[in-house]
């Protein structure tokens, strides 16, 4: 389990299936926790138009064994600055494949995507029930509201 990206020169990758993502074990095995990503400058392409998409992900998980490092997870989520996919399809992957990965106890991601066509979509994943104990805050990210 030793990370390829930390402390190296690292290259965004081509795709999101290029990515590789690094995992290091839990410094808190053991305790239940929550770590949080906000990804506020999420991009990617719509995959009729080509024209770029924008959200707001924010990514919470309980870690098990592993923890997800946040350079390689970095350059994950980069790398779909280039990749053709619906919102729907972009948030719940990258929570399945984290989920898949990393096997933590439990996984949930928010994609509060900003409007193209006069309509935002939101899209939320979650691997299943939180467990019991754990502190969960409201992701923090407001409806949208446009100007008002």
Wanted: net charge negative; hydrophobic share 40%; glycine share 10%.
């Amino acid at each position: 389990m030793t990370p390829i990206h930390l402390g190296q020169a690292s290259s965004l990758p081509a795709s999101p299936d290029a990515a590789t993502l690094d995992y290091v074990p839990n410094p808190r095995a053991g305790t239940t926790y929550l770590v949080r990503f906000a990804v506020p400058e999420f991009t990617s392409l719509c995959p009729v138009t080509g024209q770029p998409d924008f959200a707001h992900l924010v990514i919470d998980y309980a870690p098990d064994a592993t923890i997800v490092e946040s350079k390689s997870l970095k350059l994950f989520l980069g790398a779909f600055r280039n990749h053709a996919a619906f919102h729907e399809d972009c948030t719940v992957g990258i929570g399945q494949r984290l989920f898949d990965e990393m096997a933590p106890q439990w996984l949930r991601i928010g994609g509060y995507w900003y409007p193209r066509g006069g309509i935002p979509i939101d899209v939320f994943w979650q691997s299943g029930p939180p467990p019991a104990g754990l502190w969960l805050p409201d992701q923090g990210v407001p409806p949208y509201r446009g100007r008002g």
